[in-house]
């Protein structure tokens, strides 16, 4: 077997991403080619416009690269999110929904669709929910000065819990015919709906984010070993812990407001990336953000290709996801024995 360096293994999962991404322009139910996906992404520099269809092009332009440049973002942030509070929490099974914020954006989004507010109407609500749940932790935390690990999962977990119940509410209440339909689309998640001010609006705070956060994982190493050995190490364990949360919930929730809530990335690729370059948040922080930003953009693939109408992403993450974390778990058994 050849074992790659970091560097040349980072290189290579950015030449696959590029290489996904070219294939998956020319892939779909309007089908061009690769030759002429290459013309149109470099069409300033083809002497021969004309010969491109301009169908050809606005396919290319307008609909397949937001797609799937949301769709790479979106895995990107979900795994990295999923990687640090694992890290955070030193517990290998956590994943974005533990903090309730994924609960909270999606509450959000569907009061946003009840009270028929426009598509910026609706990211702009999922996102502040998805922060008045950080916000109620903490809030929470401070009133009853506890601020420990365990008391920031359980109230994480009773806020998801109760912002899931809103949403089943708002399901129970919705018009049959027209909203609970845009609901259950909506919350199952999907890049359909993909434009440039989508992708714009997604692109900053997470590229901003996970930059951050990718700085921070050598905090994130000291955490991982517990809050007695970071007080030694002289680390501001509940600084620390707050400003990590805070970008994790910056990317998930403005994940959640623009394609809805996916589930399962941010639980295995962590585990399958820790496979390949091991326990060190400041190699594994990189490999899982590319990572999970191919997967996606694999699974988008799937979800475009195996019916007439797109199917959810969050079903085709579910399939994929459970027997793919039962290989992982299989492997991370065998290799420990």
Known sequence: MVYLSYRNLLIAFITLTMMLILISLAIGHYSISISQVINILFIYLNQNTNQIPILDQQVIWQVRIPLILLAFLSGAGLALCGVVLQGVFYNPLVDPHVIGVNSGAAFGGTLAIILNFSTFGLIVLAFLFGLLTLI?????????????????????????????????????????????????????GSFATATWNKLILLAIPIILASYLLTTLSWRINILSLGDNEAKNLG???????????????????????????????????????????????????????????????????????????EVPIGIITALLGAPCFVLLLRQQILKKS
């Open 136 to 188: 109620l932790i903490f809030s929470f935390i401070h009133s009853i000065k506890q601020n420990s690990l365990l008391m920031l999962v359980l109230i994480g977990l009773i806020l998801s819990g109760f912002f899931s119940a809103l949403v089943s509410l708002m399901q129970y209440l919705a018009d049959t015919e027209e909203k609970l339909p845009n609901i259950v689309f909506w919350l199952l």
């Open 235 to 309: 680390i501001s364990t509940p600084f620390s812990r707050w400003l990590i949360l805070l970008l994790c919930t910056l990317i998930i929730s403005i994940q959640v407001a623009v394609s809805g809530c996916i589930g399962w990335i941010g639980l295995i690729i962590p585990h399958a990336a820790r496979l390949i370059v091991g326990a060190n948040h400041q190699r594994l922080l990189p490999i899982t953000f590319w990572l999970g930003g191919c997967f996606m953009i694999i699974v988008d693939d799937i979800a475009r290709l195996i019916s007439s109408a």
